[in-house]
């Protein structure tokens, strides 16, 4: 290929780039109003309702519904590392994901068996480690083991 040939194909590609560069700024605003907004609206909304249904009833089975409705908001939105979100490490106060060490579940699992007080209520929990509690501490870190579940619950809720 002649020298003229490798700038021309490089004009042509820079050419190109810009244009599909502005088109890809112009969607910044629509991902905003369209996705990351109603996303994170809707996420606030379900832990509301989840905040409520706990404080109606805090049982495992009446918490199930409203727990996966929170979960699946949440993971709509989960990847956008942005604003209020991010502020004070939010994001992984709602969701400490990945934890391949598994320390949620340990010492979610080593205050259960102390009967540790600091989980008996909300005040308490808040100095819990991010690990333990959030979305991923509701649910006991795992589903397949439902009285552990329910006694997770039980001290999340206060009861």
């Not at 942005?82 to 994001?91: M, Q, T, V, Y």
């Not at 009285?147 to 619950?153: G, K, Q, S």
Request: one cysteine or more.
């Amino acid at each position: 290929m002649s020298g003229k040939s490798v700038r021309n194909s490089l004009a042509g590609g820079i050419a190109l780039l810009a244009l599909t560069a502005g088109a890809g700024f112009a969607d910044v605003r629509d991902v905003v109003e369209r996705q990351i907004l109603p996303g994170f609206a809707a996420f606030d909304s379900a832990a509301q309702s989840l905040a409520k249904a706990a404080t109606a009833d805090c049982s495992a089975q009446n918490l199930q519904a409203p727990w996966n409705a929170a979960f699946d908001a949440w993971l709509k939105v989960q990847h956008y590392h942005i604003g209020p979100s991010e502020a004070g490490g939010r994001a992984l106060t709602i969701a400490y994901w990945p934890d391949p060490k598994n320390l949620g579940a340990r010492q979610m699992a080593a205050m259960l068996k102390a009967q540790d007080p600091a989980i008996a209520t909300p005040e308490g929990m808040a100095q819990v480690s991010i690990a333990a509690r959030g979305l991923y501490g509701i649910d006991g870190s795992s589903t397949a083991m439902p009285m552990r579940r329910a006694i997770t619950l039980a001290i999340w809720c206060g009861r």
